[in-house]
């Protein structure tokens, strides 16, 4: 049976169902509601999990670190300035192989001011050893939720859910809650086998010379790597049990597509409508979600635009100076390759801007029309 | 440990950054550069202290209600705490850290409270035989000789003292006025002494009711005979009759002669024994008490407190003039003519040298004139070879003078005198003689027992020495963590009304009550002395700081050197010093 939830609480249920040990949060709209949750979650023993109210991201990535060191399963929830507050421990968690599990709200960086949706905010933090994920529906979140923290237990890697401010945080959908014995039987109680535990006390995180570094560093993109295998498996596993499954791509009518949408996060509702309006009209467009952004399914991604001509690259962020985050990743991923589709780079949507289905078509438009795009960045939605 | 751990093959390196082997050997402490230590130091009351009273050790009693251990714990160095609580001139006070902060504390108000509080409790009965063979002898029974007898006497050995008036105290009988010093007070303590086997020989005066030669059998001599000689003014007219000398106007009226003063009375002199005079002829109904002296009201060497009661009480000061001639009539003082004058630089000998201002001269009609400017100690009856300088016997810092066996100390060695400093004079004069005796003297021991650095000693540091540091830093206000004391202000101490102390010699101070007492001792800071606060138990973030009843330990295993317990000390007790490697 499915309930009417927002995304925030879709996470707050995702959370509960995976049994977490530890919370550890400070309140930033609109991630508040999360937190709000599972503190009355806990407050009614439904969730049987110690609530650490902190004062400040930074001691609730912190807390975070401490509680999965001694082997419990841990969530945190940010957005904003708060997950740029947490960057330094972002490393550590990742460095000392934590799976700790993190939702963050996308939303833009001040200032100005703007507490609407942009995904620049945990782009920022691409580099910092995280798995990150980016969802498109108040269901998607709930099961990325669940699936995150068994994905982290096996790469032993941290991960980040993200979903986007309003559009699914603050937004109403019917999610299907599932049952707990069959949320156990998925993810059973966890043992992390190297833990800080006084009665045999080792050191943790202390010095590694350059004899060993790059090897940790070595093992460390190996795990990530491994994990592009571990992601699909967990979900196909998950799909057997649920009936719902994501993968670390999803490609939609890009069969013999003349051009396909590169899409993350809710724009993928909006392109698929627009797309299956192109394909009534009798124009193959396609669309490609990425889903899974760390790591970046390369090979996926490879396969699937093989034969494409041009792709256009929908990025709800920035980085200033260069373009969009994942036209840049998906440019670097396809630079090697001899039949590689031109690709056309859009920055639009930033601080919460609604990307309709005009804008994309507009998108679509411009990119049929022109063999080669006119700029590096096409800022589609700007007012000139 | 030390084994060097190499790795070969990736599948070697652990995944996550962690020890191979257990750490429990490696105890956080040894994150520490800084150390930090228990330590005692020295409050700066028992360095300005001449008796040297653990000040700091009997306030920590006496605020926890424990009296007679206080009282015992002056005692261990000084056995005229109800003297000293009423006639002290208190340095102690003076150089208190908290006056810096907001007024001193009333220390000698309760030290005179403590001794109060055992006058009336059952007495050990003493009455020691002496363990030792030696034998001392002591001249004079002041403060000095009586101190010095007193603890010779705790330390085993025979001592007689010989005392040439008819009672035992010296200065403290004949001198100090009963206003000031109750005699019981003084029978008091002084039967105490006694009480420890000290034999004390009134009427008995060496040089002429016996001589040196007497004192044979004696292994140690030492020799306290005060400062009981009136300087004379040495001006016209000094003899006729009604002019007296404070010394001697104070001896007649402590021994119970009349002295019949008339209506006006002047005295000369702007000391102790000049204020002690003027009060005393106040009391004994002068109808016009004035005092003139050489100095400015400011350079007046009597205790500032003691003249300005001298002022409530309606006596006259007439500071910056000399007398120049008294002019009788019929043989009796009736008129002393003066000067006004001002302080030039002190003569070669050290005396006052008063500049007369032309043109100021005023006189002034008296019944009875009283001269106090000045007193001496009479050495006519000494052994020639002790060595004299400047009309006083010269000793060394304990006492030791140049002859061996002889010992002096007290207001015969000093020109300060005070009732204090004599004390402290016959405390560093017995042990000195207790040295002698067992012949170990040296600088080191001296060095090892000081308090501070202004020569005061102690016996229970003798006694009992200190672990580590012998004589630990004075504390200096800065070092008090000022945030965990409140403002609160000095006791007022009650005393009689202007009215009341003309009747007669009563006490013109009251004792405090017991509530407002022990609310005193509360003020003090324990300067650089644990008093089991808990701060550093509670402030310590790793738990390093161990508490056993009322002692502290560092568990230097977990200590990280992080300074919190050294900056959270209310006294500064803990020392902070680098690690040594």
């Not at chain 2, 292994?219 to 000094?238: P, V």
């Not at chain 2, 295993?557 to 919190?564: E, L, P, S, T, V």
Request: with cysteine; glycine share 8%.
């Amino acid at each position: 049976m499915k309930t009417v939830i927002e995304g925030s609480h879709a996470v707050s249920y995702g959370v509960m169902l995976s049994r977490v040990q530890v919370i550890s949060a400070y309140p930033i709209t609109p991630q508040t509601h999360i937190v709000e949750k599972l503190s009355e979650f806990c407050a009614s023993g439904e969730l049987q999990a110690k609530f650490l109210k902190v004062e400040s991201e930074h001691s609730a990535m912190a807390s975070c670190i401490g509680a999965s060191t001694v082997g419990a399963r841990v969530f945190t929830a940010t957005s904003s300035q708060g997950l740029a507050l947490m960057h330094e421990l972002l490393h550590w968690a990742s460095g000392a192989r934590l799976p700790i599990v993190m939702v963050n709200v996308n939303r833009a960086l001040a200032p100005p001011w703007n507490i609407w949706c942009d995904q620049t905010d945990s782009l920022s933090q691409r580099d910092t050893g995280w798995l990150q994920f980016y969802c498109e529906s108040n269901q998607e979140v709930l099961d990325t939720v669940i699936q995150a923290f068994k994905i982290s237990e096996k790469v032993l890697l941290p991960c980040m859910v993200m979903l986007d401010a309003f559009y699914l945080s603050h937004t109403f959908e019917p999610v299907d809650i599932p049952d707990q014995e069959r949320v156990d039987r998925f993810l059973p109680r966890y043992e992390l086998k190297l833990k800080l535990d006084p009665k045999d006390p080792k050191s943790f995180g202390g010095l590694a010379s350059p004899d060993v570094f790059p090897e940790m560093r070595y093992q460390m993109h190996q795990s990530m790597e491994r994990a592009k295998s571990i992601i699909p498996e967990v979900d196909d596993e998950y799909q057997r049990i649920f009936g719902r499954g994501y993968g670390l791509i999803e490609a939609y009518r890009c069969d013999d597509a003349e051009m396909v949408l590169i899409t993350s996060g809710t724009v993928s509702s909006t392109g698929r409508e627009v797309v299956d309006q192109y394909r009534d009209g009798g124009k193959a467009i396609g669309l490609l979600k990425i889903r899974s952004f760390r790591p970046f399914p390369s090979e996926e991604v490879r396969r699937n635009l093989r034969g494409i001509p041009k792709v256009a690259v929908i990025d709800r962020n920035l980085s200033c100076g260069m373009g969009g985050i994942f036209a840049e990743g998906l440019k670097s991923v396809l630079c090697n390759e001899e039949d590689r589709p031109t690709v056309f780079s859009y920055v639009i949507g930033l601080g919460g801007r609604d990307i309709t289905q005009e804008t994309i078509s507009d998108v679509i438009e411009y990119t049929l029309e022109q063999d080669r795009p006119k700029e590096d960045i096409l800022w589609a939605d700007i007012k000139r | 440990m030390t084994q060097k751990i190499v790795f070969r093959r990736l599948q070697d390196i652990p995944p996550i950054a962690v020890s191979t082997a257990t750490i429990a050997w490696n105890k956080t402490g040894t994150w520490r550069y800084l150390k930090p230590k228990y330590v005692i130091k020295t409050p700066p009351c028992n360095e300005a202290c001449p008796a040297g009273n653990d000040i700091e050790g009997f306030m920590v009693l006496s605020r926890e209600g424990r009296l007679r251990e206080a009282w015992e714990k002056i005692k261990e160095e000084n056995p005229f705490p109800g003297v000293c609580g009423r006639v002290c001139f208190h340095p102690c006070e003076s150089s208190c850290n908290r006056k810096e902060f907001d007024e001193a504390l009333s220390i000698q108000a309760l030290e005179r409270y403590i001794a109060d509080s055992q006058f009336n409790a059952e007495r050990e009965g003493h009455q020691r035989k002496p363990r030792r063979k030696e034998k001392v002898a002591v001249i004079g029974s002041g403060p000095s000789g009586l101190t010095c007898a007193y603890h010779l006497a705790r330390m085993g050995y025979g001592v007689t003292v010989f005392e040439s008036f008819s009672s035992p105290g010296g200065v403290l009988r004949i001198g100090i006025p009963e206003y000031r010093l109750p005699r019981a007070v003084l029978d008091h303590e002084i039967s105490d002494i006694e009480s420890w086997g000290v034999e004390i020989k009134t009427n008995t005066q060496i040089g002429k009711d016996m001589v040196f030669e007497d004192l044979k059998n004696y292994q140690a001599i030492f020799i306290a005979t005060g400062a009981h000689q009136s300087r004379r003014l040495n001006i016209k007219g000094d003899h006729l009759e009604g002019v007296f000398s404070g010394l001697e106007f104070l001896r007649r009226i402590h021994t119970g002669e009349r002295v019949s003063l008339g209506e006006r009375v002047v005295v000369i002199g702007g000391g102790n024994v000049a204020v002690d005079a003027s009060r005393s002829a106040w009391r004994l109904g002068a109808r016009r008490v004035q005092m003139v002296c050489l100095e400015s009201r400011e350079e007046m060497p009597a205790f500032p407190d003691e003249i300005s009661e001298t002022e409530k009480e309606g006596i006259e000061i007439l500071p910056s003039a000399m007398p120049l001639r008294f002019t009788g009539d019929g043989g009796r003082v009736k008129r002393i003519d003066f000067i006004g004058a001002k302080l030039g630089e002190p003569k070669p000998d050290g005396s006052l040298n008063p500049i007369p201002i032309p043109g100021t001269e005023f006189f002034l009609d008296a019944d009875f004139v009283i001269t106090a400017v000045g007193e001496v100690p009479d050495l006519s009856y000494i052994p020639q070879e002790v060595s004299v300088h400047k009309g006083l016997i010269q000793v060394d810092e304990m006492g030791l003078s140049h002859i061996k066996g002889y010992f002096a100390g007290g207001d015969a060695t000093s020109p300060y005198h005070t009732v204090v400093g004599a004390i402290g004079a016959g405390k560093k004069a017995a042990l000195a003689i207790h040295e002698y005796l067992q012949g170990g003297w040296s600088r080191e021991k001296f060095r090892m027992i000081q308090v501070g650095e202004k020569g005061t000693i102690s016996l229970n540091k003798y006694f009992h020495p200190l672990e580590g540091d012998a004589n630990p830093p004075v504390v200096s206000f800065g070092e008090i963590n000022t945030d965990y004391f409140e403002h609160r202000p000095r006791i007022s101490i009650p005393q009689l009304s202007i009215d009341q102390r003309r009747d007669g010699f009563k006490e013109v101070h009251l004792g405090l009550e017991k509530e407002i007492a022990l609310e005193e001792a509360g003020r003090c800071f324990n300067c650089g002395v644990c008093n089991g606060c808990d701060n550093c138990w509670v402030y310590c973030p790793d738990f390093a700081v161990k508490r056993e009843r009322d002692r502290y330990e560092i568990d230097y295993d977990y200590c990280k050197g992080c300074g919190i317990c050294f900056e959270e000390c209310p006294r500064s007790a803990i020392l902070l010093e680098e690690e040594g490697r």
